[in-house]
């Protein structure tokens, strides 16, 4: 599965970003996709997961902030990301996951990162 993630950039705190993430699969065939982000020192991290089933899960330091959505006709996986913080600048990652039990798979692809950088 290639996944590209877009969208990233340059924002001040307190404003908005939105990412994207095309697949060259169809995403309606992808169990779970999701985002995660690394900032430098730091380990990736999960920012939020989505299922085929419109099942979410937030990490707490996004929740009531971010909002992951799946747009099966444009095979696009969005991040609306609100209310940025000097905190969540990082690499944003898009991921696929198969053979999936809930959130957890057992197959996991990555694409490359895109850039978000919050600062005044």
């Known amino acids: 599965v290639q996944l590209q993630a877009f969208g990233g950039g340059l924002v001040q705190p307190g404003g908005s970003l939105r990412l994207s993430c095309g697949s060259d699969?169809?995403?309606?065939?992808?169990?779970?996709m999701g985002w995660y982000r690394q900032a430098p020192g730091k380990q990736r991290e999960l920012v939020a997961k989505?299922?085929?089933?419109?099942?979410?899960k937030y990490a707490d330091s996004v929740k009531g902030r971010f909002t992951i959505s799946r747009d099966d006709a444009k095979n696009t996986l969005s991040l609306q990301m609100n209310s940025l913080k000097l905190e969540d600048a990082a690499v944003y990652y898009c991921?696929?996951?198969?053979?999936?039990?809930?959130?957890?798979?057992?197959?996991?692809?990555w694409g490359k990162g895109t850039q978000v950088t919050v600062s005044s």
């Open positions: 989505s299922t085929t089933d419109s099942r979410t």
């Open positions: 991921y696929a996951g198969f053979g999936c039990s809930h959130f957890d798979c057992v197959a996991d692809y």
């Open positions: 699969e169809p995403i309606s065939r992808i169990n779970v």
